[in-house]
């Protein structure tokens, strides 16, 4: 298939072109690089099949760009700012990238006839009174919160995906991604992973906000590339969640790599951001039955190949 892809440098994204070309699929990568990376795709250069264009998804002229290069069998939209950091520090492009860039790639995928993904995220079910998350829990969203920049960007952009589904009836997918970790996260992107490892392995406190009570769920990325993989091609039309169902506290989390890494780092506490969910778990049910999905990699096993990429940046930094 020739597959076009947004958000292709980042870190979610560039696993799948990756896996993609694994595949045997030709991938039109594009990129704004506002938080994606070179390096990301760099060992992809001279490969044919592969082609990488630095520009933005919300751009007046994408669309007829885009357009250009195809025919697409298959569109994918994972371009987002989708670390807190990143979507506080950039709002108004979060709110354009779930909007205005989905509804671009939307167009690019009705031009073709193409198949068409979005990468939702739990944050639409925002701070949930339901536990674990079903796909059909509406959610407890602030839309006004520092948050709603993002969580209420992917809610448009899976309301949008479903019209063009129901409007034009364009074969859509629609991925509720939970928290995923692994290799070619950014060593500042500011999400919980990247922080603990970088200041565990620098021997620096680690920033624990709120009192480490609060529960996420760690999927491994080669996990969660896979269950893409099997959505995009699957006939289910509404959100299926993708992440790992193992539930931690941050407080286990830490000491899981103070173990691992063998430091004794000391917790440095801090304010628990606003809005913060206080629990997070995927229920995969949904997955598991339309997608014969699952997670195989244990959070000691991922955690190791991520800590590994850490050191590499780590060192190439001093
Ligand atoms: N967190 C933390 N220290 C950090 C970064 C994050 O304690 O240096 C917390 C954050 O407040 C949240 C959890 O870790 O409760 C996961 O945050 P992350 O930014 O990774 O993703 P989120 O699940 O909030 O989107």
Redesign the pocket.
């Known amino acids: 298939m020739q597959v076009l892809i947004s958000g292709a440098a980042g870190f979610i994204g560039s696993h799948l072109v990756d896996r993609l070309l694994r595949d045997g699929h030709t991938v039109v990568g594009v990129d704004n690089f506002i938080t994606g990376d070179w390096g990301n795709l760099a060992h992809l250069s001279g490969v044919k099949e592969f082609a990488l264009i630095e520009m933005d998804a919300t751009a007046n002229d994408f669309v007829s760009r885009m357009t250009e290069l195809g025919p697409f069998d298959l569109v994918l939209h994972l371009a987002s700012l ?4 990143d979507y506080l520090a950039y709002p108004l492009e979060t709110l354009e990238s779930g909007s205005t860039a989905t509804r671009n790639m939307l167009e690019i995928a009705l031009r073709y006839e193409a198949r068409f993904l979005v990468t939702s ?3 639409c079910y925002g701070d949930p009174l339901e536990h674990p998350q079903t796909e059909t829990y509406w959610g407890n969203v602030n839309p006004i919160g520092p ?1 709603s920049c993002y969580d209420e960007s992917k809610r448009y952009a899976e309301a949008i995906t479903m019209a063009y589904h129901r409007k034009h009836g364009l074969r859509t997918n629609i991925a509720r991604i ?2 995923t970790y692994g290799p070619r996260m950014k060593l500042n ?8 490892l970088s ?1 565990a392995l620098e021997g620096q406190p ?5 009192d ?1 009570t ?1 529960t ?1 769920s760690f999927c491994y990325v080669d996990d969660l590339v896979d269950g893409l993989c099997r959505l995009m091609m699957s006939e289910e039309r509404e959100p299926v969640n993708l992440g790992n169902p193992q539930e931690i506290t ?1 407080l286990v ?2 000491e899981r790599i103070q173990r691992m890494l063998g430091t004794e780092c000391p917790l440095e506490f ?1 304010p ?2 606003t809005d ?3 629990r ?1 778990q995927p229920d995969i049910a949904k997955a598991k039955r339309v997608l014969g999905w699952a997670p195989k990699v244990g959070l000691e096993e991922g955690l190791a190949p991520t800590v590994e990429y850490f050191q590499g940046k780590l060192a190439a930094r001093r």
Not at 206 to 210: A, E, N
């Open positions: 989708a670390s807190p950091k995220t739990s944050e948050r939970f928290n992107d500011g999400r919980v992973v990247p922080a603990f200041q680690l920033t624990m906000y709120g480490g609060q996420r941050l989390f830490a801090h628990l951001p913060d969910p206080t997070r």
